[in-house]
């Protein structure tokens, strides 16, 4: 796993945008911001792309710290909407460790001086997403009437056990430039079984709570946005776009949470 092959190639969560909207191109080739070299248009597009991205991540990490708040806020006596407030707040502080690198990578161009930020950043969010998934299975053990609840729970919990210990594995190489890709793809595999999990209980109950009744339809729109990052932004960046919409199925999740 740790061959020269797989060292190469750049890991895909570290991609997921982060290639497409560097700035580390245009400064090693000044030339290319004159429109003189064919690829200054995709230069001027990338840092487009940057600058779009680093106002969506700053409105989602905003977003979602209203909606935990306001969550946690008429969470009194109802426990189904107070772990979704702290479900909401642990999403975005998780995912802050890793966007707020990413906005000054992209105002600064400077992203070797924040790799380690970046690194750890994808770490805990790694880990932080994970919990986000126990805490939604627990919250749909407390609203649905589940049979076979001790083997869903021994699911979920063995999952995301396995996704956390691989987390921790100095062989992810967090903060390496470019981590193994086999490490990327191999920790995220009892992440995809987790998401499944959850996704199959809420689909099954669906019809027990209207307000989440979508939440299924949503668990599997960010995987499927996010499972072409995985096996292919390292090959193509621009996949890592797929980030966007598979954060904003995020927001809509916390909101249907809001029907609590």
């Known amino acids: 796993m740790g061959n020269a092959d797989s060292v190469r190639r750049p890991?895909?969560?570290y991609v997921e945008f982060a290639s497409v909207i560097c700035h580390r191109d245009y400064r090693d080739?000044?030339?290319?911001?004159?429109g003189q070299s064919p690829e200054g248009g995709w230069n001027d597009m990338k840092r487009v792309f940057g600058r779009v991205e680093a106002v969506f991540?700053?409105?989602?990490?905003?977003?979602?710290?209203?909606?935990?708040?306001v969550l946690l806020v008429g969470a009194p006596g109802n426990?189904?909407?107070f772990w979704a407030g702290v479900m909401a707040l642990l999403l975005v502080g998780g995912d802050?460790?890793?966007?707020?690198?990413?906005?000054?990578?992209i105002l600064s161009g400077d992203e070797e001086s924040n790799r380690r930020a970046l690194g750890r950043g994808k770490q805990i969010t790694s880990i932080t997403m994970t919990l986000f998934y126990v805490i939604l299975y627990h919250i749909g053990t407390l609203i649905f009437a589940i049979p076979n609840a001790e083997v869903w729970a021994f699911s979920v919990c063995l999952l995301a056990m396995v996704r956390i210990a691989l987390c921790f594995l100095p062989q992810n190489r967090w903060t390496k430039?470019?981590?193994?890709v086999r490490w990327g793809i191999l920790r995220n595999v009892p992440f995809f079984a987790l998401g499944a999990t959850v996704a199959a209980m809420f689909f099954v109950f669906r019809k027990a709570?209207?307000?989440?009744?979508?939440?299924w339809l949503a668990l599997i729109l960010s995987f499927a946005f996010y499972l072409p990052v995985v096996l292919w932004a390292n090959r193509n960046p621009k996949i890592g776009m797929l980030m966007l919409p598979k954060t904003a199925v995020y927001v809509w999740l916390l909101i249907m949470c809001l029907s609590l």
Do not use: C
């Not at 991540?57 to 905003?62: F, M, R």
């Not at 802050?96 to 990578?105: G, M, Q, T």
């Not at 709570?209 to 939440?215: K, N, T």
């Open 209 to 215: 709570s209207p307000g989440l009744g979508l939440v």
């Open 96 to 105: 802050a460790f890793h966007l707020i690198p990413r906005i000054r990578v």
């Open 177 to 180: 430039r470019y981590p193994p």
């Open 29 to 34: 080739d000044p030339s290319s911001l004159d």
């Open 57 to 69: 991540d700053i409105l989602y990490l905003a977003a979602a710290t209203i909606i935990g708040v």
């Open 79 to 81: 426990p189904p909407r």
């Open 11 to 13: 890991d895909p969560q």
